[in-house]
């Protein structure tokens, strides 16, 4: 089920009046009927898939109480991989087969042998498998870490894992965090679920009114690029840029929103990326939940940059790389990883990875300096440069895409494909940004104004932009789902 559906619209409220107001005094109900909206919510695209959400949570709710029990022994280790042996074998099967079977023929060709592609199968690749595998996994790790007591309740733990908001897309949760509040007795907060309203409304905007509209501009753009010129190539990866933020922290928007109604607060994913003065800030602003787990599970564990200098810069290609591999079953996509390795490794060895963890652009002004509109500008340009490949089918249209640019350096208006006004899409993006920068020191309260009429107004607003922009003949999904 899509947010952005009307079986959704009608979903989300019978959910709620029965979670508020028939079970409300009992929370193990409340939780059964979170465990129960859930498996309704994903099951609605394909229920078989149903299996594996429960095979992953029955894994590891006995993984866990299994390593606590043998948290002095070696048998501690054991069973810890044995959870990550099972959920990495579920993704690595469903997602990366067909890519590993097709990547060992090509091999094989370069040298003149011919293989049939016999073992090659048609799998369908679960949706949000990539986002609950690895948080049933933490959960493990944390138990055998020492960070975290395994639960007992098995129905709180299927809730924690299956928890419908953000179980296709994240935020990648921990235990500690979410467990415990699914652990817990929660009332009805009147403040929180209007903060959760006005997130979800926001979150809609987002996908709706930027990452849709721009969809069919940069489908067209990137589909026929052979025969257009530089300055509509580079149009279609900077829109690109906008259509894939929109799309992912919009739905990071309506989940955590949507878990506010709820009285559950998720942790959050996105802190306006865009405004990043360098690729390390980016990393700390962009998929926060996912640049986390990376850090938490993988990357401290090999040494992280507590080691010499060569090893930590290991640590760190190691990590985009797979965090590449992660976004999907394409070397386009480790190539992408690849790229944000090389230019984070330099900022690292300057020790200029961190200076900007703890403030924003423009912390204490109204304006950002010269030399922040120059970071913020360069940043932007890398990482859009970089989406060339997470973009492109294959790596051959990646560098054709590039080499398109550089050979037909002209200008050339851009026609939309439904044949809409171009700038009113700039002008649109632009009020965006602007609008983002406004607000840019707390992601989670979009609509802040002091004054009630200016917060009425933009309610009125995006409501008028929505209602415009919005096509229920279309539907499109979230990008991230394919994940």
Not at 79 to 92: A, F, R, T
Not at 242 to 249: A, H, I, K, L, R
Not at 402 to 408: L, M, P, R, T
């Amino acid at each position: 089920m899509l947010f952005n559906s009307l079986q959704y619209l009608i979903f989300l409220p019978t959910v709620f009046i029965l979670y508020w107001f028939v079970f409300r005094k009992n929370l193990k109900l409340q939780n059964l009927l979170i465990i129960t909206a859930s498996y309704v919510f994903y099951g609605w695209w394909d229920w078989r898939f149903l299996f594996l959400i429960l095979f992953s949570t029955l894994l590891d709710f006995f993984v866990g109480q299994q390593i606590f029990k043998n948290l002095e022994t070696k048998k501690a280790r054991y069973w810890l991989w044995l959870s990550v042996i099972c959920n990495v074998g579920l993704l690595g099967f469903f997602k990366y087969f067909n890519f590993f079977i097709d990547s060992f023929i090509e091999m094989f060709s370069l040298f003149g042998y011919e293989i049939k592609s016999t073992w090659t199968l048609r799998i369908i690749l679960p949706v949000g498998i990539s986002f609950y595998t690895f948080q049933t996994m933490s959960y493990s790790f944390d138990i055998y870490y020492k960070k975290l007591k395994p639960t007992n309740n098995f129905i709180s733990f299927a809730a924690f894992v299956a928890f419908f908001p953000q179980l296709v897309a994240g935020p990648i949760e921990r235990a500690s965090n979410l467990l415990r509040q699914i652990n817990s007795n929660r009332t009805f907060n009147y403040n929180q679920a209007s903060g959760g309203l006005k997130l979800i409304l926001w979150g809609f905007f987002k996908k709706l009114v930027i990452a849709d509209s721009l969809a069919p501009i940069v489908d067209d753009i990137f589909a026929n690029y052979a025969s257009y010129p530089a300055s509509t190539l580079i149009l279609g990866v900077c829109l690109f840029s906008f259509q894939v933020y929109g799309d992912f922290s919009g739905y990071t928007d309506i989940a955590i929103g949507t878990a506010k109604l709820f009285g559950i607060e998720l942790m959050s994913n996105f802190k306006f990326p865009n405004f990043s003065r360098n690729i390390a800030e980016y990393w700390q602003r962009w998929h926060i939940s996912l640049s986390t787990w990376f850090r938490h599970y993988l990357y401290i564990p090999m040494g992280g940059s507590r080691v010499s200098k060569l090893k930590s810069v290991r640590n760190i290609i190691v990590i985009f790389l797979v965090s590449g591999l992660w976004h999907g079953a394409n070397w386009t996509f480790v190539f992408w990883g690849a790229i944000h390795a090389t230019l984070y490794i330099p900022v690292f060895l300057m020790g200029r990875n961190r200076i900007y963890a703890h403030n924003v652009i423009a912390e204490n002004s109204w304006l950002p300096s010269v030399k922040e509109i120059l970071q913020v500008t360069l940043t932007f340009v890398l990482v859009t440069f970089s989406r060339i490949f997470f973009r492109s089918p294959s790596i051959t249209d990646a560098f054709a895409y590039i080499k398109q640019i550089s050979a037909d350096f002209n200008y050339e208006s851009y026609v939309h494909p439904m044949g809409y006004r171009m700038l009113d899409f700039y002008v649109l993006i632009g009020i965006f940004v602007c609008y983002e920068y406004i607000i840019r020191k707390d992601e989670r309260n979009p609509f802040n104004s002091k004054y009630l009429f200016v917060r009425l107004l933009i309610y009125a607003l995006v409501i008028l932009s929505i209602l415009l922009f919005y096509d229920d003949g279309v539907n499109r999904s979230f990008i991230y789902f394919q994940f």
